[in-house]
């Protein structure tokens, strides 16, 4: 620093120390009112903003072409998609309307609830909408199982269906036995669960429709919009908690065969800010715990680790202030703020504890020890202040608004630790350290400490050639550093919403992966949806016009057949109720017609009949053991696993024959809301072809859509759009960062070589940072961006302080090879030990992003410590060397 500016700033602050300590009880007592006040005031107003959309500057292109999405069809925004998995189809059907239905008479909570699947325009005119050629498939299916569906309508009972299939055994034609095939083998798998008392139920609409058990027909979606408290901190919470507890009031679950699940942007988002809140919470408690140790062990006094912790605490509480009156809200980055300045807050206490205790044991009195310090450490507090500053600010001017926020809140918060560091703590220390004991550095510690010190002043050279050497590697492995543009990879991936959403995705379930089109004119529209389906990236494409069915003419002549085919309904069953030995008769004859086909050994389906005769046979006997009441019981299970579906489905079937030709003007609003905007606005969604997990295929789908659609929107736009935004605003930081820094050096250092020798070695430190990030299999993504700017910010502390005191060692005419055991080098360490505990606690958080950001500050700052301890003295002491000769 320029020698009048150093001597200015070394007078101010011996005067300032002084004038601290001549009113160091009022100057506590002021420091503690504010702090009250501070603590109350962020309490009672500082909020949350838990729209990750307002991660990103609103003037951005892509967000305006996403703000006139979210305006055309709002009720795609703050969703709650509630994942209904069945047994059978019918049972997830029937739960998905049950459930519907109980949320529809709460519209305080929700302001809409939609069936995608299970709606009643869908399901009346479901065979229209099936392919030709699956219709016609269907329409024989039923020609075959015609005799077994009008016997059970009229005695839907076990007495009913096992007498069908005691006809169809007895029958020796090979097509029916085939037809039955399927049937036997769900009869015996019924009737094996039976006996082990495991839950089963039969689909008939599987057997209807000729699908195995394993089809992805057995789930359904409740799409549910509700009223979002946006003041409160978790604003789906009461239509979250409302849900759940309908879902357990309606026993939706395993044990009747059912798996119900919340995912979509509210529940995710619900969870998302939990894990956040919860980490962040958790990480600044045990920050602040492991700090407090390690305070213990490093300042060898309990009276300077209280006098630290006040300033510590004091500054928190000013910084949450400032944010709350500056910004006022927290955002799903900004809330980490308060385990950072934990971590970088007390570094300023440390550097003056340090002197103060070494200028106490060379002597100095404790009345002159808090100005001296003061001097000697004060210059480079603030200039660290002010470059570390730098590393935070530098997102300010960016299009990164999450950042950009947190940039504003720690950049200043600096300041306020710097102000609260050379204020409070001076009166602190003139209060409680007149008389009072103050040791070395522990001996131990101290002792190897030394030893360590010694070894590595020993070996400069191989140092320098090291660092050389690791440096010249990572640039290697640095072009191998990649960005993660998916969002969904920041949070717990063990949170339900999280393994939904991912399963719904790999499965195409879900519009999160498709680009919508926004077309105001019908024709337009029509031209556009048939342009974007010829794209060799696209899947396909839906629009209101895809639900008026095709080919309706040819397809309502073959359902009027199955109408013939199937004849009159007749559900209500016109048989008299059967009693317990004639429904065991029905069985036992089944089973004997079963022994006599077996015998003939004609049978194609001879595995299936066999292992149906034996598993009745196992039946019988156990039937035979038990008293009345059990094998009513048995009975009534073996019938409900059979045969509760069957009534519903043959209803279903009847209703969906009564289907009729449909027009655009038969779609309901419910529906047609979904694609056409109130004021005119038509939506397309275009599904990709490729996985565009892989951001190379992202692209493409992306760029080919907007070669024909360029105001494409949607989650593939917006995933691609915001993460490019991230890596430029990252770009620009690390460049701003980098540039100001040495500005600032180059001005307050006045030597081009002092400025090189602090930079080095940081510059060092973040290229094996990113080497090691390699390695260690950590990408960039949009929460741990913010470390290397911020790691340029900090690292260049260290190596002013280092610098600084190496500088004052010489025109002292001190030893320039102890200053490895000075008290700046152990207050380097203290300090980094300290930051990385603070850092490191947040590694640990279940929400992805905060655990990247605290595993790469972690490391940066490892390394930032290692080069500035061990590459920047081989360096100081090489130039030194040159110097002399």
């Given at each position: 620093?320029?020698?009048?500016?150093?001597?200015?700033?070394?007078?101010?602050?011996?005067?300032?120390?002084?004038?601290?300590?001549?009113?160091?009880?009022?100057?506590?007592?002021?420091?503690?009112?504010?702090?009250?006040?501070?603590?109350?005031?962020?309490?009672?107003?500082?909020?949350?903003?838990?729209?990750?959309?307002?991660?990103?500057?609103?003037?951005l292109?892509?967000?305006?072409?996403?703000?006139?999405?979210?305006?055309?069809?709002?009720?795609?925004?703050?969703?709650?998609?509630?994942?209904?998995?069945?047994?059978?189809?019918?049972?997830?059907?029937?739960a998905?309307?049950?459930?519907?239905?109980?949320?529809?008479?709460?519209?305080?909570?929700?302001?809409?609830?939609?069936?995608?699947?299970?709606?009643?325009?869908?399901?009346?005119?479901?065979?229209?909408?099936?392919?030709?050629?699956?219709?016609?498939?269907?329409?024989?299916?039923?020609?075959?199982?015609?005799?077994?569906?009008?016997?059970?309508?009229?005695?839907?009972?076990?007495?009913?269906?096992?007498?069908v299939?005691?006809?169809?055994?007895?029958?020796?034609?090979?097509?029916?036995?085939?037809?039955?095939?399927?049937?036997?083998?769900?009869?015996?798998?019924?009737?094996?669960?039976?006996?082990?008392?495991?839950?089963?139920?039969?689909?008939?609409?599987?057997?209807?429709?000729?699908?195995?058990?394993?089809?992805?027909?057995?789930?359904?979606?409740?799409?549910?919009?509700?009223h979002?408290?946006?003041?409160?901190?978790?604003?789906?919470?009461?239509?979250?908690?409302?849900?759940?507890?309908?879902?357990?009031?309606?026993?939706?679950?395993?044990?009747?065969?059912?798996?119900?699940?919340?995912?979509?942007?509210?529940?995710?988002?619900?969870?998302?800010?939990?894990?956040?809140?919860?980490?962040?919470?958790?990480?600044?408690?045990l920050?602040?715990i492991?700090?407090?140790?390690?305070?213990?062990?490093?300042?060898?006094?309990?009276?300077?680790v209280?006098?630290?912790?006040?300033?510590l605490?004091?500054?928190?509480?000013?910084?949450?202030?400032?944010?709350?009156?500056?910004?006022?809200?927290?955002?799903l980055?900004?809330?980490?703020f308060?385990?950072?300045?934990?971590?970088?807050?007390?570094?300023?206490?440390?550097?003056?504890?340090?002197?103060?205790?070494?200028l106490?044991?060379?002597?100095?009195?404790?009345?002159?020890?808090?100005?001296?310090?003061?001097?000697d450490?004060?210059?480079?507090?603030?200039?660290?202040?002010?470059?570390?500053?730098?590393?935070?600010?530098?997102?300010?001017?960016?299009?990164?608004?999450?950042?950009?926020?947190?940039?504003?809140?720690?950049?200043?918060?600096?300041?306020?630790?710097?102000?609260?560091?050379?204020?409070?703590?001076?009166?602190?220390?003139?209060?409680?350290?007149?008389?009072?004991?103050?040791?070395?550095?522990?001996?131990?510690?101290?002792?190897?400490?030394?030893?360590?010190?010694?070894?590595?002043?020993?070996q400069?050279?191989?140092?320098?050639?090291?660092?050389?050497?690791l440096?010249?590697?990572?640039?290697?492995?640095?072009?191998?550093?990649?960005?993660?543009?998916?969002?969904?990879?920041?949070?717990?991936?063990?949170?339900?919403?999280?393994?939904?959403?991912?399963?719904?995705?790999?499965?195409?379930?879900?519009?999160?992966?498709?680009?919508?089109?926004?077309?105001?004119?019908?024709?337009?529209?029509?031209?556009?949806?048939?342009?974007?389906?010829?794209?060799?990236?696209?899947?396909?494409?839906?629009?209101?016009?895809?639900?008026?069915?095709?080919?309706?003419?040819?397809?309502?002549?073959i359902?009027?057949?199955?109408?013939?085919?199937?004849?009159?309904?007749?559900?209500?069953?016109?048989?008299?109720?059967?009693?317990?030995?004639?429904?065991?008769?029905?069985?036992?004859?089944?089973?004997?017609?079963?022994?006599?086909?077996?015998?003939?050994?004609?049978?194609?389906?001879?595995?299936?009949?066999?292992?149906?005769?034996?598993?009745?046979?196992t039946?019988?006997?156990?039937?035979?053991?038990?008293?009345?009441?059990?094998?009513?019981?048995?009975?009534?299970?073996?019938?409900?696993?059979?045969?509760?579906?069957?009534?519903?489905?043959?209803?279903?079937?009847?209703?969906?024959?009564?289907?009729?030709?449909?027009?655009?003007?038969?779609?309901?609003?419910?529906?047609?809301?979904r694609?056409?905007?109130?004021?005119?606005?038509?939506?397309?969604?275009?599904?990709?072809?490729?996985?565009?997990?892989?951001?190379?295929?992202?692209?493409?789908?992306?760029?080919?859509?907007?070669?024909?659609?360029?105001?494409?929107?949607?989650?593939?736009?917006?995933?691609?759009?915001?993460?490019?935004?991230?890596?430029?605003?990252?770009?620009?930081?690390?460049?701003?960062?980098?540039?100001?820094?040495?500005?600032?050096?180059?001005?307050?250092?006045?030597?081009?070589?002092?400025?090189?020798?602090?930079?080095?070695?940081?510059?060092?430190?973040?290229?094996?940072?990113?080497?090691?990030?390699?390695?260690?299999?950590?990408?960039?993504?949009?929460?741990?961006?913010?470390?290397?700017?911020?790691?340029?910010?900090?690292?260049?502390?260290?190596?002013?302080?280092?610098?600084?005191?190496?500088?004052?060692?010489?025109?002292?005419?001190?030893?320039?090879?102890?200053?490895?055991?000075?008290?700046?080098s152990?207050?380097?360490?203290?300090?980094?030990?300290?930051?990385?505990?603070?850092?490191?606690?947040?590694?640990?958080?279940?929400?992805?992003?905060?655990a990247?950001?605290?595993?790469?500050?972690?490391?940066?700052?490892l390394?930032?410590?290692?080069?500035?301890?061990?590459?920047?003295?081989?360096?100081?002491?090489?130039?030194?060397?040159?110097?002399?000769?």
């Open positions: 620093m320029h020698k009048s500016l150093s001597d200015a700033l070394r007078t101010g602050l011996w005067w300032w120390a002084g004038f601290t300590c001549r009113y160091a009880g009022r100057v506590l007592l002021m420091a503690a009112i504010l702090s009250g006040a501070s603590l109350y005031y962020t309490s009672t107003h500082l909020g949350f903003d838990t729209n990750s959309n307002d991660m990103l500057s609103s003037d292109p892509f967000r305006k072409a996403y703000q006139v999405f979210e305006q055309a069809f709002p009720q795609y925004l703050n969703n709650i998609l509630i994942v209904i998995d069945g047994d059978t189809p019918e049972t997830a059907r029937a998905a309307k049950r459930l519907a239905g109980v949320l529809k008479q709460q519209p305080e909570l929700f302001e809409s609830v939609y069936l995608p699947r299970a709606n009643a325009f869908l399901e009346q005119h479901a065979l229209l909408y099936l392919k030709q050629d699956k219709l016609e498939n269907l329409s024989e299916a039923i020609a075959r199982i015609q005799p077994l569906l009008g016997t059970l309508g009229s005695d839907p009972s076990l007495r009913g269906l096992f007498s299939l005691k006809r169809a055994v007895n029958e020796h034609e090979h097509d029916i036995q085939a037809d039955i095939t399927p049937v036997l083998q769900r009869i015996r798998t019924a009737i094996e669960k039976n006996m082990q008392h495991q839950r089963y139920q039969l689909s008939w609409e599987d057997m209807v429709q000729g699908n195995d058990e394993s089809s992805a027909n057995r789930q359904q979606f409740v799409l549910v919009y509700p979002m408290n946006f003041g409160a901190l978790l604003a789906a919470k009461p239509a979250i908690q409302s849900i759940r507890a309908t879902i357990n009031a309606l026993h939706l679950d395993a044990e009747h065969g059912l798996k119900v699940r919340l995912t979509g942007s509210a529940p995710l988002a619900y969870d998302e800010l939990i894990s956040v809140s919860k980490g962040a919470k958790a990480a600044a408690i920050a602040l492991m700090v407090s140790l390690l305070l213990t062990l490093g300042l060898g006094s309990l009276r300077l209280a006098i630290s912790l006040i300033c605490i004091a500054g928190l509480a000013f910084s949450a202030a400032f944010a709350t009156l500056a910004i006022g809200h927290l955002n980055i900004s809330v980490a308060a385990v950072l300045y934990i971590g970088l807050g007390v570094d300023y206490a440390i550097h003056l504890c340090l002197r103060y205790r070494e106490i044991n060379q002597g100095t009195t404790p009345a002159l020890a808090p100005g001296q310090a003061m001097q450490v004060g210059g480079s507090l603030v200039l660290c202040a002010l470059t570390t500053a730098v590393g935070f600010y530098c997102f300010v001017p960016t299009d990164y608004t999450g950042i950009s926020e947190l940039g504003i809140i720690s950049g200043t918060s600096m300041f306020i630790s710097l102000i609260v560091s050379l204020t409070l703590l001076p009166a602190l220390l003139c209060l409680w350290m007149k008389g009072a004991p103050i040791s070395a550095a522990p001996g131990r510690v101290a002792q190897g400490f030394t030893r360590l010190c010694q070894y590595f002043s020993r400069k050279n191989s140092i320098r050639a090291g660092a050389l050497l440096g010249f590697a990572s640039l290697f492995l640095l072009p191998q550093m990649h960005f993660d543009y998916d969002p969904i990879n920041l949070r717990d991936p063990h949170s339900e919403s999280v393994t939904t959403y991912k399963e719904l995705i790999a499965r195409h379930s879900i519009s999160p992966s498709s680009i919508m089109l926004l077309v105001r004119d019908r024709e337009k529209a029509h031209e556009l949806e048939k342009r974007i389906k010829k794209l060799s990236s696209v899947d396909k494409t839906i629009s209101i016009f895809d639900f008026i069915p095709r080919q309706q003419a040819d397809k309502l002549a359902i009027d057949d199955m109408a013939l085919i199937l004849g009159p309904e007749n559900i209500a069953g016109t048989e008299t109720p059967p009693t317990l030995q004639q429904q065991f008769a029905a069985i036992q004859a089944l089973d004997e017609a079963l022994v006599q086909s077996l015998r003939r050994k004609s049978i194609a389906a001879d595995n299936s009949f066999r292992a149906l005769h034996v598993a009745l046979r039946f019988i006997d156990k039937f035979k053991q038990q008293n009345t009441l059990e094998q009513k019981d048995t009975l009534n299970q073996l019938q409900n696993s059979l045969l509760s579906t069957f009534s519903a489905t043959l209803s279903s079937l009847y209703a969906a024959l009564q289907t009729r030709a449909v027009n655009e003007s038969d779609i309901p609003d419910s529906l047609r809301r694609w056409l905007s109130a004021d005119g606005i038509w939506r397309i969604e275009v599904t990709p072809k490729p996985d565009i997990r892989n951001i190379n295929n992202l692209r493409r789908f992306v760029a080919d859509v907007r070669s024909i659609a360029p105001d494409a929107t949607g989650g593939p736009v917006f995933t691609l759009e915001a993460g490019d935004v991230v890596i430029h605003a990252f770009t620009q930081a690390s460049m701003m960062a980098l540039t100001l820094i040495l500005l600032l050096l180059l001005i307050l250092l006045r030597s081009f070589k002092d400025a090189a020798l602090v930079l080095f070695p940081l510059l060092l430190a973040a290229a094996l940072t990113g080497a090691a990030a390699v390695l260690l299999g950590i990408p960039l993504n949009f929460a741990n961006v913010i470390a290397l700017p911020l790691l340029l910010g900090i690292g260049v502390d260290n190596g002013i302080h280092m610098v600084q005191r190496y500088r004052q060692m010489q025109s002292r005419g001190e030893n320039i090879h102890q200053l490895l055991a000075s008290s700046t152990q207050a380097i360490v203290l300090s980094a030990l300290t930051t990385i505990l603070a850092f490191g606690n947040l590694a640990f958080s279940a929400h992805q992003g905060t990247s950001m605290g595993q790469l500050l972690t490391l940066g700052i390394f930032t410590m290692l080069c500035t301890l061990l590459v920047l003295p081989a360096f100081l002491n090489h130039t030194a060397n040159m110097e002399k000769s």
